[in-house]
């Protein structure tokens, strides 16, 4: 069965700054992976996602990930972050062939101060 | 407008009364799936929909049940609630059957307390 760690479990940045989320899976085979964004009072709605070809997905709002598969990681990052980034990010892995579970992570919640 | 609804949005109720959350889609999806959020656990999949009639347990499927007689509709049945049932739970869907790769369209959640 696959599984996802985030480390992060609270980040605090202040605007402007660069952002790094953690996010690692756990599973044999091929993977399909994303991230999920949770705005305060809002929908989980899709951020990204990887399921082929190039390693560096580019996402909505400035977000970009990158899938490094010798670590089994798939980190988000944003150059500069702004107030309205604060929300909780969840990273979730489902295999490419085997079952149809999509697993997430914790979470991280993300505290921009302005 | 595309979406996914979930009603009670709110509700309050006692150990071992029965109760339905329902989710209903109108995007004709096919891959519908059923959420719950803890602090401290993110979410975790209760059970998925693949099509009418097919139905299979996520990671925490003990005490719920689903159906899914029609294609926009997967309600969540809890027969015997008990407090550890206290929880957010989230409705999803996917266009395809197959949850590989695809985008999951959440609703607004559901928030649970059972007393």
């Given at each position: 069965a696959q599984s996802v760690s985030q480390h992060n479990h609270h980040v605090i940045l202040s605007e402007a700054a660069s952002l790094e989320l953690g996010c690692n899976y756990s599973y044999g085979g091929t993977v399909n992976l994303f991230w999920y964004v949770q705005y305060p009072g809002q929908h989980l709605q899709l951020l990204l996602k990887y399921f082929s070809g190039d390693p560096l997905v580019k996402g909505i709002k400035g977000f970009e990930a990158e899938f490094i598969k010798s670590k089994f990681s798939f980190n988000l990052r944003k150059p500069s972050v702004q107030w309205s980034d604060t929300a909780e990010y969840f990273c979730a892995v489902n295999p490419k062939f085997g079952n149809e579970k999509l697993t997430f992570g914790t979470g991280t919640r993300l505290t921009i101060i302005p | 407008e595309a979406q996914v609804t979930q009603n009670p949005r709110y509700l309050i109720t006692v150990t071992g009364k029965k109760l339905t959350v329902t989710c209903s889609q109108n995007?004709?999806?096919?891959y519908m799936s059923w959420y719950r959020q803890d602090p401290g656990l993110g979410l975790r999949q209760i059970y998925y929909s693949m099509n009418v009639e097919v139905t299979d347990k996520g990671d925490v499927p003990e005490g719920y049940k689903v159906s899914r007689k029609e294609k926009r509709n997967f309600p969540l049945i809890l027969e015997s609630p008990s407090p550890n049932q206290t929880s957010l739970y989230f409705c999803a869907s996917s266009?395809?059957?197959?949850?590989?790769?695809e985008t999951q369209y959440f609703g607004p959640g559901t928030r649970l307390l059972v007393l």
């Open positions: - | 995007m004709n999806h096919e266009p395809s059957g197959s949850i590989g790769g």
